[in-house]
């Protein structure tokens, strides 16, 4: 059974601060990592990491996969209020009938405060 | 282009009364999904639709049914509510296979009394 584990679950920092969350899994053919930012109502998509990009970056936001030892991070600099949010991440199988699936952890819940 | 829409937004229900939620995508997606989420366990997949006319299990299928209507609409059916299913339902859709990002409705909020 594929399991992603994010830590923190939660998170409390001021504006201005830079964060890093984790995210490791167990999946029995890895596919992608994807992160996403869920605010009031609907997680929208940020990165998709796979065997053949393994960094991105937007603005203050940036990610990186490590394959070996079966993590992600994602780090946000310079937060600002508008960064408080659930941030998820997946993990998508490409075994069989997992195909097209992903397996989320449980959040981390980011508060910025001014 | 209004991407993934479901209804209702919000819904009441007594023990044991049943309802159905609706989905609909309109980026001609083949992989629908359904998930519920409740507090500290992220997203958990209920069913999904790999494509049209196909349906399978996901995670906690238990109290649920789909039907896949058309390539566009997959609804989510609740024959007998229970208190354990009061939670915040989400519908997605992918482009399915290698197309693996997946694209959020706005949410149901249930609540079973």
């Known amino acids: 059974e594929d399991k992603v584990v994010q830590s923190p679950l939660s998170l409390v920092v001021h504006e201005g601060d830079t964060v890093t969350l984790n995210c490791s899994y167990e999946v029995t053919n890895f596919r992608s990592l994807l992160w996403y930012k869920q605010e009031k109502k609907a997680p929208t998509f940020l990165f998709m990491l796979?065997?053949?990009?393994i960094e991105k970056k937007s603005g203050r936001l940036s990610s990186i996969l490590d394959k070996k030892e079966l993590f992600s991070i994602l780090n946000i600099t310079a937060t600002q209020t508008g960064d408080s949010a659930i941030y998820l991440c997946a993990v998508g199988n490409a075994g069989g009938t997992s195909y097209g699936k992903l397996t989320f952890g449980q959040g981390t819940i980011l508060t910025v405060h001014p | 282009n209004a991407g993934v829409t479901q209804t209702p937004k919000f819904q009441v229900l007594k023990t044991g009364q049943s309802m159905t939620l609706q989905c609909a995508q309109d980026m001609n997606h083949n992989s629908m999904y359904w998930y519920r989420q409740d507090p500290g366990m992220g997203l958990r997949l209920i069913y999904y639709s790999a494509s049209e006319g196909t349906t399978d299990k996901g995670e906690v299928p238990n109290g649920y049914n789909v039907s896949r209507l058309n390539k566009r609409e997959f609804s989510l059916r609740l024959e007998s509510a229970a208190p354990s299913q009061t939670s915040v339902y989400f519908c997605?859709?992918?482009?399915?296979?290698?197309?693996?990002?997946?694209?959020f409705g706005p949410g149901t909020r249930l609540l079973v009394l």
């Open positions: 796979t065997s053949s990009g």
């Open positions: 997605a859709s992918s482009g399915g296979g290698a197309q693996e990002t997946q694209y």
